[in-house]
T-cell receptor, first 116, second 109 residues
Framework: GEEVAQTPKHLVRGEGQKAKLYCAPI?????VFWYQQVLKNEFKFLIS????????ETGMPKERFSAKCLPNSPCSLEIQATKLEDSAVYFC??????????????FGDGTRLSIL | DAKTTQPPSMDCAEGRAANLPCNHS???????VYWYRQIHSQGPQYIIH???NNETNEMASLIITEDRKSSTLILPHATLRDTAVYYC??????????FGTGTSLTVIP
């Protein structure tokens, strides 16, 4: 599609439960990025993919967080044993060819995760 | 490890130019500067980007200083719909975006 599609828009989980978020990048885009917005204006990079391969995972918490981008499927971000501090809006973005291009990242509207 | 600093808030009169500054004094030679805005809790919306030359598109102009340590986003004729949080971002070699904390721009009628 022409937009990055994130589902669900809102997700509520009890502390300790699993949460799984999905992202369909723009068709033809090779790169996918996940960001976490905890406080109103603070974005934290989590992980990026080049097609189905992890490109940069320096922002991913070592435990409980995992992500995948499999062929012909939406990308996913999964959090095991959620904690209150995981409450945030999670944004997915995609971009086209890099490093031979400086194309911007296109963001979805995010998934708001609330841990109770 | 903030790579950009921005004023937390600014006001601008409707119809006037809005000039949003950003400092990125540690930027490397091949790192681009991007500007995005976020309206309410929507996803960040791309505005413009540049490396060292000034850039202009239908939304805004980007002025980058010669030493590349700072830049200014210019919205030539601000409207009420331009009220948003504006982020100055450095894109590093790994393609990761480093967001600043943003400037909350309020356009006043």
């Amino acid at each position: 599609g022409e937009e990055v599609a994130q589902t669900p828009k809102h997700l509520v989980r009890g502390e300790g439960q699993k949460a799984k978020l999905y992202c369909a990048p723009i068709k033809g885009h090779s790169y996918v990025f996940w960001y976490q917005q905890v406080l109103k204006n603070e974005f934290k990079f989590l992980i990026s993919f080049q097609n189905e391969n992890v490109f940069d995972e320096t922002g991913m918490p070592k435990e409980r967080f995992s992500a995948k981008c499999l062929p012909n499927s939406p990308c996913s971000l999964e959090i095991q044993a959620t904690k209150l501090e995981d409450s945030a809006v999670y944004f997915c973005a995609s971009s086209s060819i890099w490093p031979y291009s400086n194309q911007p990242q296109h963001f979805g509207d995010g998934t708001r995760l609330s841990i109770l | 490890d903030a790579k950009t600093t921005q004023p937390p808030s600014m006001d601008c009169a409707e119809g006037r130019a809005a000039n949003l500054p950003c400092n990125h004094s540690t930027i490397s030679g091949n790192e681009y500067v991007y500007w995005y805005r976020q309206i309410h809790s929507q996803g960040p919306q791309y505005i413009i980007h540049g490396l060292k030359n000034n850039e202009t598109n239908e939304m805004a102009s980007l002025i980058i200083t010669e030493d590349r340590k700072s830049s200014t986003l210019i919205l030539p004729h601000a409207t009420l719909r331009d009220t948003a949080v504006y982020y100055c971002i450095v894109r590093v070699e790994s393609n990761q975006f480093y967001f600043g904390t943003g400037t909350s721009l309020t356009v006043i009628p």
